[in-house]
């Protein structure tokens, strides 16, 4: 199946984007990919030694979530919505940051969903190597909780 870039499924805007490919993306999952490149989308964040340091890990994984969730509203003719994140719990890394060129492979198992609450089984892969792993929980606010959040400038969409 083709997919949009990520960005379309999101309600960010460059350079906040760290997601650039999306793999697949089902009922329970989403698979997405970004490459580590002094080039790339993920230049702004790299460090001296152009590696992009594993406190990045939590943004990755939440973008796929927000991945996932654009492309459900999408199905439903609605625009990417702002979504945020409650807390994580097993947050592991075995890097302290991802090396120049390799290529995060970032996945995202559905666990739980009720009503605007989710929680998700998260792990980034590199060369098929598990290098980041945790579970996320996460809240979709309505408009008038966003209004009532940010008042006149809400962010809840593009």
């Known amino acids: 199946m083709q997919y949009y ?14 997601i ?5 993306i ?7 990919s970004v490459q580590v490149n002094n080039g ?13 340091p594993n406190f990045y890990t939590i943004e990755l994984m939440a973008q796929t979530i927000g991945v996932w969730n654009g492309y459900h509203g999408m199905a439903k003719n609605e625009k990417p919505l702002l979504g945020m994140l409650l807390g994580g719990r097993s947050i592991k890394t075995t890097l302290t940051s991802f090396p120049l060129y390799s290529e995060l ?26 290098v980041a792993s945790g579970k996320l929980n996460v809240y979709e606010p309505d408009h008038l909780e966003l209004e009532q959040l ?3 400038r809400c962010l809840g969409v593009k």
Do not use: W
């Open 150 to 152: 940010f008042g006149d």
């Open 5 to 18: 870039p990520a960005i379309d499924y999101l309600p960010h805007e460059t350079p906040m984007v760290m």
């Open 105 to 130: 492979i970032i996945q995202v198992n559905l666990v739980l969903c009720d009503a605007k609450l989710a929680n998700f089984d998260c792990q980034i892969t590199i060369d098929q190597q598990c």
């Open 20 to 24: 650039e490919k999306v793999h697949l």
């Open 40 to 52: 790339g989308i993920l230049a702004p964040f790299l460090d001296k030694d152009n590696s992009l």
């Open 26 to 32: 089902d009922e329970e999952r989403c698979i997405c």
